[in-house]
């Protein structure tokens, strides 16, 4: 069933587990990501960015969508829909009023002190209507047409100011990953993941996922990360399923089989994922 964020990521943060959201880019992707979370036994949150969202038709179709697979598929697991990096207060608002359970808002690249008066906005608005809410700070760095743009950590006083004052149910800080599918050796900063876990009283959520190894994730869970933000590992999985199905069949138009093709390699990932959750595998 469809719930917020709260209690779903305040279970995983004692149990030291690791709770995905995995962004979603269309109908494939979202019943596929409810599918096999529902067979694993697991809670998921659905990540929809405002580029996902214009390109599926807007905030009440993605809402539509998702009560209505989790209805008709009869999904019994935990689902929290999610919107992706808000770009601003009324984007949440829109959001929240589709019926969105979690809206984040960042505003990262604004002063501290700005970041926080914005999230307060959306923080009163979203405890009316029980949705929960994520805010970020710091800088992260992305893969871009210039290659890798290196971004800023924050520090652990900043850090609790900002959680403190703003009342976030989780928050996204820069530890030292990347959006985006980096192939490099990036300088995660554990020591600063352990110093946030044990003195934030609310969840800590990675971005940039992708292109972290099993065993980079598993460290990352071990030091604190509660939340993990996954899109490019998905989507890069499931490109090549795709041409891999297009090449071995040249003359198929229908586009239900093509982009179905990438349906088995999008669950494979998202169990390579998921097991990062048990220890020595």
């Keep these: 069933m469809l719930v917020n964020s709260r209690k ?4 995983a943060k004692k149990e030291k587990k690791v709770v995905y ?10 019943r596929s990501i409810l599918e096999e979370c529902d067979r694993l036994k697991v809670p998921v949150i659905l990540g929809a960015s405002e580029g996902a969202i214009k390109y599926m038709g807007g905030y009440d179709v993605v809402a539509s969508l998702c009560y209505s697979l989790i209805t008709d598929l009869e999904i019994k697991t935990d689902v929290c829909l999610h ?4 770009s601003s207060v009324e984007s949440c608002i829109r959001a929240i009023d589709a019926g969105f359970n979690s809206v984040m808002l960042d505003m990262s690249k604004k002063p501290l002190k700005e970041n926080i008066e914005l999230t307060k906005e959306v923080v009163k608005y979203a405890k009316n209507n029980n949705v929960s809410v ?36 989780s928050v996204a800080a820069a530890v030292g990953t990347v959006h985006g599918i980096y192939r490099g050796e990036l300088n995660i900063d554990y020591k600063l993941i352990e110093q946030l876990y044990e003195n ?11 292109g972290l190894d099993s065993e980079t994730l598993r460290k990352c869970r071990e030091a604190g990360v509660t939340k993990i933000n996954i899109n490019s590992d998905l989507q890069e999985a499931w490109s090549k399923g795709v041409r891999s199905y297009l090449e071995e069949n040249k003359d198929v138009i229908d ?27």
């Design 8 to 11: 779903m990521l305040e279970k």
């Design 255 to 281: 586009p239900r089989k093509i982009i179905g093709s990438g349906v088995a390699a999008l669950k494979e990932m998202i169990d390579i994922k998921i097991n990062i959750n048990k220890d020595g595998k």
């Design 83 to 86: 919107l992706d990096h808000g």
């Design 200 to 210: 934030l009283n609310v969840p800590l959520v990675l971005h940039g996922g992708s």
């Design 134 to 169: 994520e805010a970020e700070i710091g800088s992260m760095g992305s893969i871009s047409g210039k290659g890798l743009e290196i971004g800023t950590n924050t520090n652990l006083k900043d850090c609790l100011t900002f959680v403190e004052e703003t009342g976030i149910d």
């Design 21 to 30: 959201q995995f962004n979603i880019n269309n109908l494939e992707w979202t």
